[in-house]
């Protein structure tokens, strides 16, 4: 008995020494690459292009939905570089592409219901791309947003390079479908996927495997506007090692890991808004320009929209726009959209297969338009 209770002790020990090991091992590696960061020469006060880093998030998406929403009503983003990590992905490319954020909400709800259904394990990768692809085609993301965003160099998604190991911070590529595969590259975790994420010929698994945030090289360390979803006391150990500048105050373990319904999902959002909000002067002081005319659109036209959603019923996902007044990049994602529907319509008419995407919603503008035409086409063949 006083055998087995040795050896018990003694392979706990063991255990805890390898897992101390590995922690001061990544406490060094990172403290180095941010120490070869501090070589590279501060942004000028004039010139200063504002960094932001998400981290992971697991399941607690809504928190970041919240920040993200706080940011569009009362700052600028245009100048605004971003990176996200796993579920940190989505709500910074909505930002960054102007996508409505209602739009973006419906989604993970859309998302969330199919998956409770079939079931969110052994996910075949191809498949996963091509699902999401269909989802983010109908709330309008075009190959035109995805090939500007590239153009302007603004966002970057982290991922884990398996062969050989290591962190990798990627630049959006130019087209949706690639797109779609980095960011579901960035969140691949096996059992949930039944092999990791394929980009560019290469494996990759979930980025939080390797860093807390995704930093570009030539991107300073202490420049970075750190956002988390996990308390200043959590990120205090590896691989964070340090406070962010917007974090929860209390630990929400079981919202990383647990799908909780709507009802709760909405108080995330209003406390993720309300933690970007104290951190207001913060982020003016870190370089983000304040709108004029903040906020864009109230708190209470979201809780408007929010108690409209019935998560048994869900609202079709849209194109359109959601709320009252929409923000400059939102904008001019209408603008491309409008632009991309003409020109899709127009090179069909033009040749002999009619290229229209098979998951359009009924009732949207190229629908229409492409109605109207026919309709047209008919009454002079009539005449």
């Known amino acids: 008995m006083e055998l087995l209770r040795y050896r018990q ?9 390898s897992i101390f090991l590995l922690l001061l091992a990544r406490a060094l590696y990172t403290l180095r690459q941010r120490r070869m960061t501090s070589s590279i020469p501060k942004s000028l006060q004039m010139e200063r292009t504002p960094f932001m880093a998400f981290s992971g998030s697991g399941l607690l998406l809504a ?3 919240g920040i993200v929403t706080y940011l569009r009503d009362h700052f600028f983003v245009d100048n605004l570089q971003l990176s996200g990590i796993s579920g940190g992905c989505s709500t910074i490319l ?5 996508i409505d954020l209602y739009q973006i909400l419906l989604l993970g709800l859309h998302m969330k219901k199919h998956f409770l259904k079939k079931g969110v394990y052994l996910n075949d990768f191809e498949e996963m791309v091509d699902f999401t692809m269909q989802h983010w085609t109908q709330i309008g993301i075009t190959d035109e947003d995805v090939a500007e965003l590239a153009a302007r160099k603004q966002c970057h998604i982290g991922v884990t390079q398996c062969f050989p190991p290591g962190h990798c911070c990627i630049e959006t590529p130019a087209t949706l479908r690639d797109l779609v595969k980095l960011v579901l590259s960035s969140m691949s975790v096996v059992p949930f996927f039944r092999t990791p994420g394929i980009y ?4 990759y698994v979930d980025g939080g495997f390797s860093a807390m945030y995704s930093v570009p090289p030539g991107q300073r360390w202490d420049e970075v506007i750190k956002v988390t979803c996990f308390p200043w006391w959590a990120t205090l150990f590896p691989p964070a090692m340090g406070v962010a500048d917007i974090q929860p105050r209390r630990f929400m373990p079981t919202e990383v890991i647990v799908l909780y319904p709507w009802q709760y999902q909405k108080q995330l959002i209003k406390q993720g808004y309300e933690d970007a909000k104290e951190q207001h002067q913060q982020l003016v002081a870190r370089g983000l320009r304040p709108l004029p005319n903040a906020p864009l659109t109230p708190w209470s036209e979201w809780e408007s929209l929010f108690a409209g959603i019935d998560e048994e019923n869900l609202p079709p996902l849209s194109s359109q726009r959601s709320t009252v007044v929409a923000s400059e990049m939102e904008k001019h994602h209408y603008e491309v959209l409008r632009t991309y529907s003409h020109s899709d ?7 002999p297969r009619l290229r229209r995407n098979s998951f359009e919603l009924p009732g949207s503008r190229s629908e229409a338009s492409c109605t109207d035409v026919f309709k047209s086409a008919i009454k002079r063949e009539r005449r």
């Open 200 to 203: 560019e010929g290469k494996y």
């Open 345 to 351: 319509l127009h090179d069909a008419l033009r040749g």
């Open 63 to 65: 928190y970041f939905h």
């Open 94 to 98: 909505a930002l960054a592409m102007g």
């Open 9 to 17: 002790i003694r392979s706990l020990t063991k255990l805890s020494r």
